[in-house]
């Protein structure tokens, strides 16, 4: 599963690429595309690292 940064980062690509074009059809594609990523990033999960639980040695 990809994460949030990912979906991010694929929609802001989309859209540099909906600006980017002359074609009105290819734009509006695009665009909703990058819509739809938009709303899967609430889903998806945070990739980011986490450190694992650790317990300190007793005595």
Do not use: C, H, W
Not at 7 to 14: G, I, N, P, R, Y
Not at 15 to 22: G, N, R
Not at 24 to 42: M, P, S
């Amino acid at each position: 599963m990809v994460g949030k940064k990912y979906l991010a980062d694929q929609a802001s690509t989309l859209l540099k690429f909906a600006k980017a074009t002359t074609n009105a059809d290819v734009a509006a594609r695009l665009l909703d595309k990058a819509a739809d990523l938009t709303a899967k990033i609430d889903e998806a999960p945070d990739a980011s690292p986490q450190a694992p639980d650790v317990e300190q040695p007793q005595g």
